[in-house]
């Protein structure tokens, strides 16, 4: 048996510092030698050598302050385990580990769950977390009664706090200098990034859950509609997953990936459209609320009424047709539908069902509209890595493709070309629902809104999948496809100029217009609603104007990266 000497306490948390620094952190030693390499080599590796002893001195100090004799082994093999698993996913896919990360990786599904288990990962696990926590528990540890053991707390801290101002002062003006222009250096030091997202991910969650629900639009009233015949009224708002704007057909993309869209009558794509985050977790809360981008915090959105109450409260049927994992708490007070729990065995297997499913019996819904209807459809869209699994057989239109979820076994090729084919059919599920509400026209008003949730990165800067800080995350990640299509009766009762709406297709949008642009579409008054960010307002029986002539006359940035006036 392995025989290992009992080591202090002391050193034990140097130990265990040093190797967080050397082994799990190889993906931030490759983005500081390219932040410092332009500097000299010499230079550069000094500046890293630096680094690397405030780091060390920094989780050692941390270390120590929590090495005492009941709970530093179980909170290190927690650190471990972690740290082993988040070392992984930055290494494999480039991400970085921020709350949102966290909260989406809390809110994924068994599915998507299962896409990410890999031999790769199993790896990672026993060789950076099992086989350290083995030697861990194996290690005796020999510590002092405790006044004598606490002086000696007193007395390494002290010696590491000296450490750390040391290094600081012999290359202050060169680290202030790094720190303050490199944020994302905290989101990749594991696993601190980890300890701290699940800090705030906690605080965010007790945050939200106090008080009672905030209500929104409380005065909305729907405008009377005088020349709707009789019919009703149904809204198709299909929230999508993953699909980023360059890779849709409609948008000028080299591949054909929107055959089907394209052929449809009065369908307008929107090039410049973007996301509010770059996860489900944060886009889809998001682009419910009335908080645009700059002013969204997750706590607040939970926390108050949303889109779909704010329409419920002004007289429509809500419901929401669910092919993924849920709504993000959006959906909380009105229908919810999983459509997965069908099990069709046409379009489901392996627990996951393809985005057709959310179509099915459209018709007898749309023949038992008993009042006007929004309709939600999220789908399973692009969801990565195994976009192999996200579309049948019969679409696969680009080959070769990636049939593994380790990204890395494959060419960056396959990876695009199954991606591809996810858009493809995403494709087909959009024009055979407007197929259907074009069907259905003749006694019924149908519109329908499609935006992703978000945007996916195929390889670009050795970037996979989403999730990146908003900040730092590439345009791959938030420039995301949207289309809409309304009926001739709908455009009549909404009082939309399409040809209007196909000029401004160029106009730079966001996820921020959503709750406005639907209750203006939809005769919502209320005074939670702002002209400015109602996409369609300029082509609404108003002849000349536009989106972008009408966001400049109320002084809106239309950039997402600006800030816009927060709603209430």
């Known amino acids: 048996m392995l025989n290992i000497r009992p080591v202090r306490p002391e050193w034990l948390t140097l130990i265990v510092s040093g190797a967080f620094l050397l082994f799990y952190n190889v993906p931030l030693w490759q983005h500081l030698y390219q932040v410092v390499a332009p500097h000299g080599v010499a230079s550069g590796l000094f500046t890293l ?37 988040v070392a992984y996913f930055m290494n494999q896919y480039g991400v970085m580990i921020d709350t949102e990360m966290l909260r989406n990786t809390m809110e994924t599904n068994a599915s998507e769950v299962g896409d990410l288990l890999t031999l790769k990962l199993g790896v990672y696990l026993v060789v950076l977390g099992v086989l350290p926590v083995w030697l861990l528990w194996r290690t005796p540890v020999r510590y002092r009664p405790w006044p004598r053991e606490l002086l000696s707390k007193l007395a390494s801290g002290g010696a590491t706090a000296a450490v750390m101002l040391a290094i600081a002062m012999l290359d202050y003006q060169t680290l202030s200098s790094l720190f303050r222009n490199h944020h994302e250096i905290h989101l990749q030091l594991t696993p601190s990034n980890a300890v701290g997202a699940l800090i705030s991910y906690v605080h965010g969650v007790t945050a939200s859950a106090k008080g009672p629900l905030r209500p929104v639009g409380t005065d909305a009233v729907r405008v009377a509609r005088t020349d709707a015949g009789g019919r009703k009224t149904l809204m198709v708002l299909v929230v999508g997953e993953s699909a980023r704007a360059e890779n849709f057909g409609l948008n000028g993309y080299e591949r054909d990936t929107t055959p089907e869209l394209r052929r449809e009558e009065g369908v307008v794509s929107f090039t410049d459209m973007h996301s509010c985050g770059t996860e489900t977790a944060v886009s889809v809360p998001c682009m419910f609320s009335n908080l645009t981008r700059a002013h969204y915090s997750d706590s607040v959105a939970k926390s108050q009424e949303n889109l779909l109450d704010v329409l419920k409260r002004a007289g429509y049927d809500v419901v929401w047709r669910d092919n993924q994992a849920g709504c993000k708490e959006t959906c909380n007070r009105i229908v919810f539908q999983s459509m997965t729990k069908l099990k069709d065995p046409a379009l489901c297997g392996d627990g996951e069902c393809h985005d057709e499913i959310l179509l099915q019996d459209l018709q007898g819904f749309i023949d038992h509209l008993e009042r006007d209807t929004v309709l939600v459809l999220h789908q399973m869209g692009s969801h990565g890595p195994a976009y192999y699994k996200r579309y049948p057989a019969a679409y696969e239109h680009f080959t070769p493709v990636c049939v593994s979820n380790e990204l890395s076994d494959c060419s960056r090729e396959s990876i695009i070309n199954g991606y591809d084919n996810t858009i493809r059919y995403t494709d087909h599920v959009l024009a055979s629902l407007i197929d259907t509400l074009r069907a259905n026209q003749g006694k019924v008003d149908t519109a329908m809104l499609y935006l992703s949730d978000h945007g996916e990165s195929l390889g670009e800067y050795n970037v996979y999948l989403h999730g990146m800080p908003y900040s730092f995350a590439p345009a791959e990640q938030k420039h995301i496809a949207s289309v809409a299509w309304f009926s001739p009766g709908f455009q009549r009762t909404a009082g939309v100029d399409t040809q209007c709406v196909a000029e401004q297709r160029d106009a730079t949008l966001s996820q921020d217009y959503l709750f406005h642009t639907m209750l203006g579409l939809l005769g919502v008054q209320t005074q939670a609603y702002s002209t400015g960010l109602d996409m369609f307002a300029g082509c609404r029986n108003q002849p000349g104007s536009s989106i972008a002539s009408l966001a400049a006359d109320r002084s809106v940035a239309v950039q997402p990266e600006h800030e816009h006036q927060q709603v209430q």
């Open 49 to 85: 050598l630096v680094i690397g002893i405030l780091f060390t001195a920094a989780f050692n100090l941390v270390l120590t302050a929590v090495a005492f004799r009941w709970t530093f082994k179980p909170l290190l093999t927690v650190l471990l385990l972690c740290a082993a698993g």
